[in-house]
């Protein structure tokens, strides 16, 4: 596997209408590790996730994706098909159809590796129930899909991304809709299969806890903070990014990272400015 940059971004924008939302990123993403991003609200999480998959082209700038080589290309000139090979993306708020069975739905994350005559094969079948497994709905294999509740939803989607088999996977806010148990299985299990993880999220501890990287998008200092572009404030080790001075700058709370009393890692705790306390 290839040590360099699997994902790149260099001066990269993105204008949706007329509001510019993204300006001046740059981002390398290397194989084999595993990138949380974190920002407030509206800051354009989602829209760089996009730029990342090829799904948003971005205004200016240029967003590339290694082949099995190594080589970067363009990631919005590479095939719909070609694309969905070498990555999976899973949005924030898809809804899995009424009309498909839950073991459907996720076939359809064969598409890209599959020829129309070898779908619904035992081998298919098998890896379909495989990445159902991993989120705990094996048994609802056959059942309806608007028999699920909106986190068994959720976690459906997720199979989905899994049973693709994409070397990189990108997950938009991949824990919305989950209990707490879920949220820690699903990510672990991601984790465990995919080769390089990019996701957005919105919990700073979970983050903390699981990520190689971290990324803070957000708008410069100086600049509004209600409104212009966001860029990437912050990159580096989460313990670096989340530090106290970095939270209360970028998330406008205060935040110390104690240590677990059993488990070699740290949490992060957040707590109201010192301005706004009585």
């Keep these: 596997m290839s040590t360099g940059p699997v994902l ?9 209408g007329e509001r510019e939302v993204l300006r001046d990123i740059d981002l390398d993403v290397p194989a084999g590790t595993s990138l949380g991003i974190v920002g407030v609200n509206g800051v354009g999480k989602s829209t760089l ?24 290309q363009e990631t919005s000139r590479i095939g719909s098909r070609e694309r969905a090979r070498r990555l ?7 809804v899995a159809s009424a009309e498909l069975l839950v073991g459907e739905m996720v076939a359809l994350g064969r598409v890209p590796r599959t020829r129309p005559w ?13 990445a159902l497994d991993a989120v705990g ?35 938009d806010e991949p824990t919305n809709h989950l209990d707490v148990a879920w949220q820690l299985r699903l990510l672990q299990t991601v ?10 999220i919105h919990d700073l501890d979970l983050a903390l806890r699981t990520f190689d990287q971290l990324a803070v998008l957000g708008r410069p200092p100086g ?16 313990a670096e990014v989340l530090d106290a001075i970095s939270v209360d700058l970028h998330f406008g709370v205060g935040s110390v990272q104690v240590p677990h009393p059993h488990l070699d890692q740290a949490h992060l705790l957040i707590h109201p400015r010192k301005d706004h306390s009585a």
Excluded: F, K, N, W
Aim: glycine content about 10%; some cysteine; overall charge neutral.
């Design 49 to 72: 996730l996009r730029i990342l998959a090829g799904v948003l082209r971005p205004s200016v700038g240029q967003a590339q994706l290694a082949d099995d080589s190594g080589r970067l």
């Design 118 to 130: 070898s779908r619904g094969g035992r081998q298919e079948r098998e890896i379909v129930r495989a």
């Design 88 to 94: 999976a993306y899973v949005p924030q708020e898809e």
């Design 223 to 238: 600049s509004d903070p209600e409104a212009g572009p966001a860029t990437v404030v912050a990159h580096g080790p989460p």
């Design 8 to 16: 790149r971004l260099r001066g990269v924008g993105a204008r949706l």
């Design 137 to 171: 709905l094996a048994d609802r294999i056959d059942d309806p899909c608007d028999r699920l509740s909106g986190g068994e939803r959720r976690r459906a989607v997720l199979a989905r991304g899994l049973a693709q088999e994409s070397p990189v996977m990108l997950l």
């Design 191 to 200: 984790a465990d299969r995919a080769e390089t993880l990019v996701a957005t």
